[in-house]
């Protein structure tokens, strides 16, 4: 019945009128599915009990124990795949909905190459098997998590459309009013019923997890507002002025990785300084003789460290260029190996990313890999 009411635009013209059409016969035959057990089971005295579904026990003692009684309990099972199927099948249907109103995150509004929701598949496929991990796989401990949750999602649909048809109004608005609201009352007591009784029994997940979820679609929501009005351009009357732009190489060696880098460098600006923290002496000796002759003239800064530490020193210095130019842009061009295989990147230092890393948030800095690749 949700995956229907869901996925009205799946349907084929007149959407609306075929799903109502469909959801008409799923709901008779469900009724007449439920009463014909409920008056068969009352007749053959049959009760609940551990180790056999109702169902089960109903069949064998309509069929015994042949072939009918296999079918049944087959055709069940695959009623209960479907079931779950169904839950995979709509669920990133209804993410997608809330992601398009931005109270999730956008990825989950876009299809992928299968013309799917694969965002919301995956997620979805994340969270079942956490709770079959966190509850062991116990349905009774699992039913009370469904039960709340199904009839609180059928209250509050109820709910809504009274809103609506007292707000909207319409064709035979009255009728409809009286029908929304008997089953907002019934499934609403049915919701309050399960959460007091089942409570202890894991109910108290839905009642934790609810109020978590809906603060969280309000911030969600509320950052891609916020984020939406910054990068507006409707209140936007800044000029468009050249900025004077310092180019920063932070080099270790001199080698055929930072040729490219240079190169690079001289073709995006003329303020350009080479800098080199001083962790070995006599390598950093070596270094200004081979700067000498492969740097073209630009000078080589070298920072001290007394801690032995290169992150620090190199943020500092970007950190002056920040203060002396604060409406100019400071470039940091990263000279970075590229390893023939991935599993070579494990025997190489990983200091391009984590200056990367630390400059990520910080405003007016510009951070740019040039990659060499290795050959095998």
């Given at each position: ?57 109903l ?45 999730l ?15 919301g ?72 019923v ?10 108290w ?83 200004k003789?081979q ?7 630009v ?55 984590i ?22």
């Amino acid at each position: 019945m949700e995956a229907i009411s869901n996925g009205v635009p799946a349907f084929r013209p007149p959407e609306s009128k075929n799903a109502a059409t469909t959801m008409a016969w799923v709901a008779a035959v469900l009724g007449t599915l439920f009463l014909g057990i409920t008056i068969l089971s009352h007749l053959y005295g049959l009760l609940p009990r551990e180790g056999e579904t109702l169902l089960s026990q109903l069949a064998w003692q309509v069929f015994g124990g042949g072939p009918l009684y296999y079918l049944v309990q087959a055709a069940t099972m695959l009623i209960l795949i479907l079931a779950s199927n169904t839950s995979f099948a709509d669920f990133p249907r209804l993410a997608s909905l809330l992601a398009r109103d931005r109270y999730l995150p956008t990825q989950l509004a876009h299809r992928g190459d299968r013309l799917v929701f694969s965002n919301g598949i995956l997620l979805l496929g994340i969270f079942s098997c956490a709770l079959i991990v966190i509850f062991r796989g116990s349905t009774h401990a699992l039913i009370p998590l469904y039960a709340v949750g199904v009839f609180l999602s059928f209250t509050l649909s109820q709910a809504g459309m009274v809103r609506h048809w007292l707000v909207e109004r319409g064709p035979h608005w009255r009728k409809s009013l009286l029908v929304n609201g008997l089953g907002a009352v019934a499934t609403g007591l049915a919701t309050g019923v399960l959460a007091v009784t089942k409570f202890t029994h894991g109910a108290w997940v839905v009642a934790l997890v609810i109020p978590v979820l809906i603060l969280w679609f309000r911030t969600v929501h509320g950052h891609y507002g916020g984020t939406e009005e910054q990068l507006s351009l409707a209140r936007y009357h800044r000029a468009l002025v050249p900025k004077h732009i310092t180019v920063v190489l932070p080099i270790s060696h001199v080698n055929r990785a930072v040729i490219p880098v240079l190169e690079y460098a001289r073709s995006i600006g003329s303020d350009i300084r080479a800098v080199s923290v001083d962790l070995e002496p006599e390598e950093t000796a070596q270094m200004k003789a081979q700067w000498e002759v492969w740097g073209g003239g630009v000078p080589l800064v070298i920072l001290p460290s007394p801690y032995r530490s290169f992150l620090v020193p190199c943020l500092a210095y970007i950190g002056e260029l920040r203060e002396k130019e604060p409406d100019g842009w400071v470039t940091v061009l990263l000279p970075e190996v590229i390893p023939a295989r991935w599993w070579q990147n494990l025997l190489h230092n990983q200091r391009a990313l984590i200056i990367r890393a630390a400059l990520l948030f910080t405003p007016g800095v510009i951070v740019t890999a040039v990659p060499y690749h290795l050959e095998r």
